[in-house]
């Protein structure tokens, strides 16, 4: 007798109903239409392939770049009675001949394997017998470049799907994927050329996480009440004792000086990066997940395959190269659905960090490609205007993976902040007409010189250059420059100037400039009121 979907989920899996898009996906894959299923972190991807391969005769491939996730299904399928194995770099020859073995006897469901094996293991020979009748890709965004882990590997995966035959069901899963992206996982792995005349069924979930609490700090300037990011960090952990979390840095250094910090503050911290050897990775990351170490400091190379249940913050030291890292990261807080913690601790020195990984990360490529240069360049500035803007934060996130939301969420630092709607006309008059003064001298520069000039400097740079005899020329003396700052940020955000990329990058007139110049429409801007610090508000756990 055939088995029936709920059946499968209830006797192999223990669960009663299904999750948002289970089903759906579920069902497609058994129609025999290619699947590409874009659902967050936690949302039960693996079920949506689990249960057809159960339900299908012959062997599902499923190609994964995780090993420690592909040992852990793995384990987790045999102990609920599913014949399942995996093929990566840390098999044994005899491992191998033995999962070959039952493959030909035709007794194996499930086969996880990583891409750099899909070459050597003649698997559609050994399947012959028993037939291929799924392929799934998991995180399917390392096809693309312009997703934020490309891995070469991957690109192989269309070649071993067609060696296949008959056609198999190829269903791809991620759980971030821009429109980019999107469109090169179709591309790639042919999904629109299925067998079915429907086409490829295509699902997003929802991406909000709503448990999840999120927070930019910006330590040494007005509004936050932290001097530096090591005291923000510490004041963050003070009313978070006893919670497990992760603390994410941009760099090995970084990692090792904040892991020293907090084991002198006597926390229970370990840490995690690329230089540390494999055995001491391992462990550390081990007394992390079974809670041995509450808090694990680390770079991104603590990365996916962490599937911990009760992180309860992500605090980034550094702010991340780009909104999908960003939300990736932040988004292995509070997976169990009890409310978690996402704060970004942000620096201006930040952007100039990532700036130069992006540089040496080309430098360091077979071969320079400024398209994809410049194209980072765009996503660092995102990342920037999600840390120093003032709307509500997760309308941000959502919006960079093309989900509506309302303008307010009541649960990010900015829906809680007290900001006054302010109208910045004349001031926003008297920078646009600085960078004009300067365009009419052939000159652009700055953020730095611009205000410089606006607050009437004699600096050295000011006066050798004749700055000082523009007329705008000291028109902002009574303004604080971080005022002057926030305001020329959102004009650079809202397109009324423009911020060249590269190394120096200078300030130019945008595209609403001029209109706004000749017309006389207020412009209205939320400022975050002057008065530091900023009360923590009030929240139930
Ligand atoms: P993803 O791969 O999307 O991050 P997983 O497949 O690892 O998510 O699933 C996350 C968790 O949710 C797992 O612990 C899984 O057992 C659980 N889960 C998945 N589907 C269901 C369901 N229908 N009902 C209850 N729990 C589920
Ligand atoms: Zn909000």
Same mark, same amino acid.
């Given at each position: 007798m055939a088995l029936s979907k709920h059946k499968v989920l209830e006797d192999?899996?223990?669960?009663k109903s299904f999750r948002p898009g289970q089903e759906e996906t579920i069902d497609a894959v058994l129609a025999g239409r290619d699947v590409l299923a874009i659902m967050p972190?936690?949302?039960?991807?693996?079920l949506c392939y689990q249960i057809p391969a159960l339900m299908l005769p012959g062997l599902t491939i499923v190609i994964s770049p995780l090993i420690s996730l592909m040992k852990d299904q793995v384990e987790g399928l045999k102990d609920s009675g599913v014949q399942a194995a995996c093929l990566n770099s840390s098999i044994s020859p005899a491992e191998y001949n033995e999962t070959m073995d039952s493959i030909l006897a035709g007794k194996l469901k499930l086969l996880y394997i990583a891409p750099e094996r899909l070459q050597r293991a003649e698997l559609p020979r050994f399947a012959a017998g028993q037939g291929i009748p799924l392929v799934v890709v998991d995180?399917?965004? *390392? &096809?693309?470049?312009? @997703?934020h882990d490309f891995r070469q590997?991957? &690109?192989?995966i269309a070649g071993f799907i067609k060696s296949i035959k008959p056609k198999p069901v190829t269903a791809a899963f991620t759980a971030t994927a821009t429109p980019k992206v999107r469109e090169d996982i179709i591309t790639l792995l042919r &999904?629109?050329?299925?067998?079915?005349?429907?086409g490829a069924f295509i699902i997003t979930t929802g991406f909000?996480?709503?448990n999840l609490y999120f927070e930019v700090q910006k330590p @040494?300037?007005?509004? *936050?009440?932290?001097?530096d990011k090591n005291t923000a960090l510490l004041d963050c952990l003070k009313t978070r004792t006893d919670k497990s979390g992760i603390i994410y840095c941009a760099t090995r250094k970084a990692v090792e000086e904040v892991w020293d910090l907090l084991l002198r503050r006597g926390f229970g911290v370990t840490r995690y990066h690329a230089g540390l050897g494999d055995a001491e990775r391992k462990k550390n990351q081990d007394d992390f997940l079974y809670d041995r170490k509450p808090i694990i400091v680390a770079t991104?190379?603590? @990365?996916?395959?962490?599937?911990?249940?009760?992180?309860?913050f992500v605090i980034h030291y550094n702010m991340p190269k780009n909104i999908e890292s960003y939300y990736q990261e932040a988004g292995r807080a509070g997976r169990d659905g009890a409310p978690a913690d996402c704060i970004l601790l942000y620096s201006g020195q930040d952007v100039k960090i990532n700036e130069f990984l992006i540089a040496r990360s080309d430098e360091e490529s077979n071969e320079s490609n400024p398209d994809l240069v410049e194209h980072n360049l765009e996503l660092l500035k995102q990342m920037t205007y999600y840390a120093?803007?003032? @709307? *509500?934060l997760r309308q941000r996130l959502l919006s960079y993976f093309d989900e509506q939301s309302q303008?307010? *969420?009541?649960?990010?630092s900015n829906c809680l902040t007290a900001f006054d709607e302010v109208d910045i006309s004349l001031e926003a008059r008297k920078i646009i007409s600085c960078v004009y003064r300067l365009k009419q001298r052939n000159r652009a520069f700055g953020k730095v010189m611009i205000i410089d000039i606006l607050k009437g400097s004699r600096s050295e740079k000011v006066v050798s250059q004749g700055?000082?005899?523009?007329?705008?020329?000291?028109?902002?003396?009574?303004?604080s420059a971080h005022r002057i700052r926030a305001i020329l940020d959102w004009l650079v955000e809202e397109g009324y100037l423009l911020q060249s990329a590269g190394e120096y990058p200078v300030i130019e007139m945008g595209i609403k400039a001029g209109d706004f110049l000749k017309g006389s429409k207020p412009l209205m801007m939320m400022l975050a009121?002057?008065?530091?610090?900023r009360e923590i508000p009030f929240r139930e756990k």
């Open positions: 192999f899996f223990g669960f972190t936690g949302a039960g991807k693996s995180e399917a965004h *390392c &096809l693309s470049q312009w @997703g590997s991957y &690109l192989d &999904l629109k050329e299925t067998n079915d005349d429907k909000d996480r709503p @040494g300037k007005n509004g *936050c009440a932290s001097k991104n190379a603590l @990365g996916m395959g962490i599937d911990k249940s009760n992180v309860s120093t803007g003032n @709307g *509500c303008g307010y *969420c009541g649960n990010c700055f000082d005899t523009l007329s705008t020329w000291g028109i902002m003396r009574e303004a009121k002057e008065a530091p610090p």
